[in-house]
């Protein structure tokens, strides 16, 4: 069975005796059905290696903060992006009138792990920030400011 | 009465016991028991499997401390994490 493959890296050998449109629909089904389930199980095992702090923000804010092996601050976004901002990192500049950290960026990251779910990129980021941060900024394409 | 405790995914049930998960939804993880030979043996040809694809090994701590980066398998290890190859964009 040649041309389109939906789902290239996923087996459906046990529907290539159907034929045609039957087939690529079925295929079709299948890899959405395994996709929703590699999420699922890529975001179970992200919230294993969170912090209660990086869960609690990543929840309510759709990004958590990495503090590299380096002592560099960096944010991963739970957005994918096909551009810049995929990952950023950040500096303490001073404090807001609330108490709060006042942060600027520094520089955006572009890198990405093609093929698996975002959850999975982000635990993929977090460990190579925290455990072979230079291996990182070797890989990343960087946007400085 | 009994008590059953729902974890779905503990680090580790036990302490014999090493697993190694791969960060991906989409490739099989496996498990060992440092006791026995041929479990170790069957991880680590997984592991070597998956260097030569470019991954990278992550050796985890139960008590939360910072991990460190493998260069090859360590069957005394609580939990791999492996990461598939990433690029610049």
Redesign the interface.
Known sequence: MGGFNPAPNLDVAVLADETGTVTYRYQFQYAVAHAVQADEQALRLLNRFLSPEQRRSFDCADYFDVVSQHGRLYRLYRRRCTGFQNVTQLRVDGRLPDGSERLMRVCDYCIHIYCVPRAAELLAFKLMLELNEDLFLATANPTHF | METEVCD??P?VSEETEGRL?V????KENVKWDRRNLTEVEAAREYFERLRSEHF?G?R?NRDGS????LHSFDASAEEI?M???????
């Open positions: 779905p995914q680090l998960t960060v991906s939804g989409y990278l992550f985890m910072q991990g460190t980066q994490l990461v598939p190859p990433s690029v610049g964009g």
